[in-house]
């Protein structure tokens, strides 16, 4: 009888996740570094730390020369839920209020947190610098109308943020990333995305609509100096006047079995031998 008590104890101590998942804006397609709709194109070696997806369509050319650290979901159920997710975080960037409107090149952009917006289409030719000064829970939004475009070598650069912070860009037509960008936050184009030549984004690449053109480029989720924010996939927008919820801002961890649960494993396993071994004896007393 103890044991029969003892054992669905153990086993949800080993099967709670060690991190409690929590969402994000983005919803399942945080899971995913590149995520295109009607194609994905790839030329030359490429390399993506993410899931890679695709949805409706179902053209995936040069995938062989991609070196992937995810899955690739082609017109499947997960890709689709990701599309449909992404495209309810695009409304709602979309229609953040209070926005700071911008025209010019963002490399001249030295504001704080919050969410900004260019009528029609935004470049830039050097370095942005967004800098969060510590804060937690905190966003940049940069509403583009039509096109983004950066130039050869230019880059973005992020500093004093944390796990909770976050870094959109929602391109109301198509972004076209220049060669050798180092480009850093979420990319949700309500059209198409081109990454040319050697071009790195740490965040996401994600097409609603259209297709996403990879060459030679690397791609990253999860990056090494993203303040562990899941490639700036955090924020509150409570702030910025969306009331919606269904989302609190900290990235998705993967559950991992914590060193507790291991240990309940193993007195698991010897609390199973020792009643065996107890029925063994009984078994053996009664025949004598």
């Known amino acids: 009888m103890t044991c029969s008590c003892i054992l669905p104890l ?26 295109g709709a009607s194609s994905l194109t790839n030329t030359g070696a490429t390399t993506i730390h993410g899931d890679v997806g695709l949805y409706p ?10 070196s992937l650290t ?46 900004y917006s260019f009528s029609s289409s935004a470049q830039l030719t050097g370095r942005l610098t967004l800098n969060f000064a510590g804060a937690s829970n905190q966003d940049f939004v940069f509403q583009i109308g039509s096109t983004l475009t950066t130039a050869s070598g230019s880059s973005i650069l992020i500093e004093n943020g944390n796990s909770t912070d976050g870094v959109f860009f929602q391109v109301g037509t198509s972004a076209t990333i220049g060669t050798s960008t180092a480009f850093a ?6 059209d198409s995305i081109a990454l040319e030549s050697t071009a790195t984004v740490c965040g996401r690449a994600i097409a ?14 999860s990056c090494g100096n993203d303040f562990n924010s899941g490639g700036f996939s955090g924020g509150n927008f409570a702030s910025y006047g969306y009331t919606g919820g269904a989302f609190d801002g900290v990235p998705v961890q993967t559950p991992e079995p914590s060193t507790t649960a291991l240990s309940a494993l193993g007195l698991l ?14 078994t053996s007393l009664i025949i004598q």
């Open 10 to 35: 153990f086993l949800g101590v080993f099967l709670a996740p060690g991190n409690a998942a929590a969402g994000t804006i983005l919803g399942s397609a945080e899971e995913f570094a590149v995520l």
């Open 57 to 66: 369509g179902t053209s995936i050319t040069g995938a062989g020369t991609i």
């Open 70 to 115: 995810g899955t690739m979901h082609s017109t499947d159920g997960v890709a689709r839920q990701a599309e449909t997710d992404a495209t309810t975080a695009y409304t709602i960037l979309s229609s953040l209020s209070g926005a700071t409107v911008l025209t010019g090149d963002l490399s001249n952009f030295t504001g704080g947190p919050g969410v």
């Open 185 to 190: 936050g979420n990319i949700l184009a309500h």
């Open 208 to 221: 609603l609509t259209d297709a996403v053109t990879l060459i030679g480029n690397t791609v990253s989720n």
């Open 269 to 282: 396993g010897a609390l199973g031998f020792a009643a065996r071994k107890r029925g063994i004896l009984a």
